[in-house]
Nanobody, 117 residues
Framework: QVQLVESGGGLVQAGGSLRLSCAAS????????MGWYRQAPGNQRELVAQITRDGMSNYADSVKGRFTISTISRDNAKKTVYLQMNSLKPEDTAVYYC????????WGQGTQVTVSS
């Protein structure tokens, strides 16, 4: 089992920045990749960015050049994934969910990001 706890959402003006954090605990040695997804009202959940255990990352076209995903592992009990979001746009407004992929998917509770114009 993997537990995910997110933090860092909030309200920001267009052009501003936010950093999301997701702390993973439990069986983190089973995690193959971690990522961030988002879901705006009326839309399906979509991938924003993900990073493998080897450090390979990929991004949605809509956030390339503006968002950066990274991870830090401290001992064998905790792993944190960050999403640095710069040059935010109103269309980035959504609930952001942390994801960890092992033999199955684990999800965080979601954190609201609102970008005002």
């Amino acid at each position: 089992q993997v537990q995910l706890v997110e933090s860092g959402g909030g309200l920001v003006q267009a052009g501003g920045s936010l950093r999301l954090s997701c702390a993973a605990s439990g069986s983190i040695f089973t995690i193959n990749r971690m990522g961030w997804y988002r879901q705006a009202p009326g839309n399906q959940r979509e991938l924003v960015a993900q990073i493998t255990r080897d450090g390979m990352s990929n991004y949605a076209d809509s956030v390339k050049g503006r968002f950066t995903i990274s991870t830090i592992s401290r001992d064998n009990a905790k792993k944190t994934v960050y999403l640095q979001m710069n040059s935010l746009k109103p269309e980035d407004t959504a609930v952001y969910y942390c994801n960890a992929q092992t033999w199955t998917n684990f999800w965080g509770q979601g954190t609201q990001v609102t970008v005002s114009s």
